[in-house]
């Protein structure tokens, strides 16, 4: 068999273990659904409920995608106006610090007070989140540029412009996908958290976060499980999205983007 | 090419130049010099004798503290279009392939695309890099990397090239090799050339003059002139010429590390 079939094979085996073992677990304790479902009573729900649960999954996955996407078109104007001025880099970055610390559970009732609950709010909370990693992560990548090429654009005469759209952006996309990860992986989280505060009960704009309060509620313990799959397979999604990005943008030409690869 | 008539304007003029950095250090002390036109200048020296800060004074790179850079009766950064400096390493950009490094300057000079893949394939042919104009620079070695570098400098065909210990990472044997490619295009394209390296055998077999610098602060210490027959080759570094000139300037370097 190839190394791969046998990672294959092995990763198939921990899988069946881990599912025996939590039916194992409900045979012996004599556990009732409501406390914990068995790996076939959450298929089951998930059989019977996909509409609702495709429902909450796609409002999710706008919330995420798109404070993502703001974070991104923001942070990377944000960074580019930081590589510009020192003293306005100097002044300005405890702030995006700050962005990072404060918790998503004191931001989240300020927004629904001011802009009340909903898809938009959470989507607001998300944006948030994602933000300072992208900044901090491309205005590294953008100011820490090889002095000498720096004197190469010099010599060159190139214009303020030229050196930022041909030296220092370039230079700061492997700093940008890593922050992009690190966001990628929040704006999920993000998401779901969001809803806990800010979800709505509207029809249309329960997302998983909504969902998984009212399921836990309803004492619906395998619909909660369903939900935590889905949430699970957005989250590997968007991982997998970023990584192949990254891929595109990098494997010709830097050393970094190869060996994860291969791994 | 030593032998073209002197011009009333020097190349490169250099009086009572002195740089002291914003910490203090005084760098270079009242450097004096004149280069005329197709001279190839080589600084020699130890580390900390300055040789690559002279060089971004003359590439109007870093100002002068004191005294005064001239090159062609211009001031450094108003002839920066006449000059193409070369980096200790191949300094390429590693996200553009070999032909985009090289298009580099046209590029940022707006050249037409047909005018700039022109002068990159010209370029690419006289560095010997035609069957990896695609490649990307972490696919080639050391030396190729430094010939795509050269190849980027000469693209934009300058008058004057500022060379800063550009085959000081690479093994002896493609040191030799480049040093005599470098003396050939020299031949063809008649450039002024500064260059600075730390090799006594490779400022002898590459320069007309050979300026030997002191350190603490940055001074000339000797000016030594040489004068071995063209074309040089590989029977030139076997020639006894070669090898005492090479230990007279070994010996006046030495004088200088004692002093």
Known sequence: MSRRGVLVASSALVLACLLGLWQAII?????????????????????ARYPS???????????AAGG??????????????????????????????????????????????????????????TFIICLAPIIANTTQGLISVDENLVQLFMMQ???PAQVLFKLRLPNALPNFFTGLRI???????GGITGELFAGSARVGEGGLGYAMIYANNQMETSYLFAL???????????FFLVMFLEWLALHNWHESSRPQLAE | MVTEPAPTIPEIALAGVGKRFRSGTLALEDISLSVERGEFVTFLGPSGCGKSTLLKLIAGLSPATSGQVQVNGMTPENAREMMSFIFQDATLLPWRTVEKNVGLGPELDHAARAVRQERVAKMLELVGLSNVARSYPRQLSGGMKMRVSIARALVSKPRILLMDE?????????????????????????????FVTHSVAEAVFLSTRIVILAPHPGRVAHELDVHLAWPRNAETRESLAFEELVAHATH??????KS
């Open chain 1, 53 to 63: 649960l495709l429902d909450s999954l796609w409002i999710t996955t706008r919330e």
């Open chain 2, 166 to 194: 550009p085959f000081a990472a690479l093994d002896e044997m493609t040191r030799d090799r480049l040093n005599e490619e470098l003396l050939r295009l020299h031949d063809e394209q008649k450039w002024t050339v500064l």
């Open chain 2, 252 to 257: 006046l370097l030495h004088g200088v590390l």
């Open chain 1, 157 to 159: 005469k190139a214009s």
């Open chain 1, 68 to 125: 993502l996407i703001a974070s991104v078109a923001v942070g990377l104007c944000v960074a580019m106006v930081f590589s510009q001025w020192r003293w306005l880099r100097q002044t300005l970055y405890p702030y995006t610090i700050l962005l990072q610390t404060v918790p998503i559970v004191a931001i989240a009732p300020l927004i629904i007070l001011w802009i009340g609950g909903g898809i938009f709010a959470v989507t607001v909370v």
């Open chain 1, 183 to 189: 966001a990628a992986g929040i704006s999920v989280i």
């Open chain 1, 228 to 238: 935590v799959l889905a949430a699970t397979v957005l989250g590997f999604s968007f």
């Open chain 1, 27 to 47: 045979w012996i304790n004599h556990l009732p659904a409501y406390i914990l479902p068995g790996p076939g009573a959450v298929v089951q729900v998930i059989i």
